[in-house]
């Protein structure tokens, strides 16, 4: 009995076959795929943004009391919102193209985890075809 190679396998439950693409508990046919790609979501911001920009409102209140605590809590709130906006970082997503249409079979923040299911993705689908 000869068993199939696996072209990518990894411990989040990927795996691709030339015949069968597994993400977990879902699994689909290589024949129900026609393309494979890589989709993308901005960075989430506004979590951020909104933690700064009610520090920077509540810093003035602070001053005008004399609260030297609440200076200080309200800069360190600023700061971490700052921190935040900065290293929010994008998702990617693979993308496949079905039959029935298109699913984000997974997504990660890491380009390259993408970049190398869907290269094992693609050629699946040449062997398959």
Do not use: E, K, S, W
């Given at each position: 009995m000869t068993t199939e190679p696996t072209l990518y396998s990894d411990k989040r439950g990927v795996r691709i076959t030339p015949?069968?693409?597994?993400?977990?508990?879902t699994a689909y046919a290589m024949a129900d795929i026609t393309s494979a790609r890589r989709g993308e979501d901005p960075p989430r911001r506004a979590p951020g943004i909104t933690l700064a920009i009610l520090s920077f409102i509540v810093l003035p209140a602070c001053i005008g009391f004399g609260s030297t605590e609440g200076v200080v809590i309200s800069i360190m709130v600023l700061l971490a919102g700052i921190i935040i906006t900065v290293t929010a970082k994008p998702t990617y997503h693979v993308r496949i193209t079905r039959t029935s249409g298109e699913v984000n079979a997974a997504s990660s923040e890491d380009k390259r985890y993408v970049d190398n299911i869907i290269t094992a993705l693609n050629e699946a689908l040449t062997?398959?075809?």
């Open positions: 015949t069968r693409a597994a993400f977990g508990q062997r398959h075809n």
